[in-house]
């Protein structure tokens, strides 16, 4: 292992639905301008990042962000990562709340927070059963295609973040609604079971700006599935995801098994920064909006990483990112609280394991 470069590897996701009753604005800037970050702050080669992007047709080369191809990027990180290696992920876009089954819609009882791809193939954050034993992962590059496609269809991000190898880190910032619980049985570091006074967090003022919140109701999610699918809107939303999507639909929804008991919480590589609390929405921000990235739509919540990392130099914790993102929120008046969800030690660790500031000449070499 001496002397072996470390693997730095990511994924973004942008997705604007364009043209339909959801559409953003904000979503595909907000990962182009990661994009950027990555190469020219963090040293990112620009052929280990995957975009996709829902601004082009299928005819035009590019890869749509559909379900099945998050799912399938995403596994191909993981089979490609060794100990070391850094992961990121990044999702622009709409979030939802899927009621359970045994509860559907009407109880008030447990949802599990999921993402909403451009298909509306949603990918959770919980697993179908409780948290299996990490299994060893073998790593042999001339297989790791073969690897993911076996891994794309079981790619809720639990189990993903189980599959990551031991000593490398998987880290995903989620700059949608309901977010906070997308990466499930993380540690809670920053968010409401914590005391905001212990993080030196304050609460915004009551937001006016001109935004639209980055959430679909569940019953519109089901309406537009309903529509494609030919099943009823009474249905739950895993009927319409298997008629449509079959072996591409998540996990979750082909596995209704329950588990009441609470999954014992154990240290793994996986960090979420999330754009907002479970129970809260992100803002898409308008192009007209003073505080838009640059003149530019934009998410509030990436906009406001991008500006807590153009303000200091590293190194920055994945806590004082948060933190200092929360600051630049409630500054600007909106009502969303980024949390963080870790173990205590990749809560203090680097944001994405950057020690220092990349020398100039290195980054004019990129």
Not at 171 to 185: A, E, R
Not at 200 to 215: H, L
Request: proline fraction near 5%.
């Amino acid at each position: 292992m001496e002397g072996k470069q470390k693997q730095m590897l990511a994924t973004l996701v942008g997705c604007n639905y364009a043209g339909t009753p959801n559409e953003l604005r904000g979503c595909i800037n907000d990962v182009l301008a990661m994009r950027d970050t990555l190469v020219a702050r963090f040293g990112f080669a620009s052929r280990d990042i995957t975009v996709l992007t829902d601004d082009h047709d299928d005819g035009s080369g590019g890869v749509l962000p559909t379900g099945a191809n998050i799912k399938r990027a995403l596994a191909d990180m993981v089979a490609r990562a060794a100990p070391g290696d850094l992961l990121f992920f990044h999702y622009s876009g709409h979030g939802t709340l899927v009621p359970h089954r045994r509860g559907h819609g009407h109880d008030g009882g447990r949802r599990d927070e999921a993402i909403v791809p451009c298909d509306f193939n949603l990918i959770t954050g919980s697993s179908s059963c409780s948290r299996s034993p990490l299994l060893p992962v073998r790593h042999h590059r001339a297989r790791a295609h073969h690897r993911s496609d076996i891994l794309a269809a079981d790619v809720d991000f639990r189990q993903l973040v189980d599959r990551v190898p031991q000593g490398a880190t998987f880290t995903m910032v989620s700059d949608s609604c309901h977010s906070g619980g997308l990466i499930d049985q993380e540690k809670e570091q920053i968010g409401p079971s914590v005391d905001d006074l212990a993080n030196g967090t304050t609460t915004p003022a009551t937001s006016t700006r001109a935004v639209r919140a980055r959430f679909l109701p569940y019953a519109a999610v089901v309406g537009h599935l309903s529509d494609a699918s030919g099943v009823d809107a009474s249905h739950h939303v895993a009927d319409h995801l298997l008629a449509l999507f079959g072996a591409d639909a998540s996990a979750k929804f082909h596995h209704q098994r329950h588990h009441d008991s609470t999954p014992t919480l154990r240290p793994d590589g996986g960090v979420l920064l999330s754009g907002c609390q479970t129970d809260e929405t992100s803002a898409d921000v308008a192009a007209d909006d003073e505080a838009a990235d640059g003149g530019k739509a934009c998410g509030a919540f990436s906009s406001a990483v991008q500006a807590v990392l153009a303000a200091h130099p590293a190194p920055l914790s994945n806590r004082e990112v948060v933190s200092r993102a929360r600051e630049v929120l409630g500054e600007q008046g909106f009502e969303q609280h980024p949390c963080l969800y870790c173990s205590d030690a990749n809560a203090d660790a680097p944001f994405l394991g950057q020690q220092e500031e990349k020398p100039a000449a290195a980054m004019a070499a990129l």
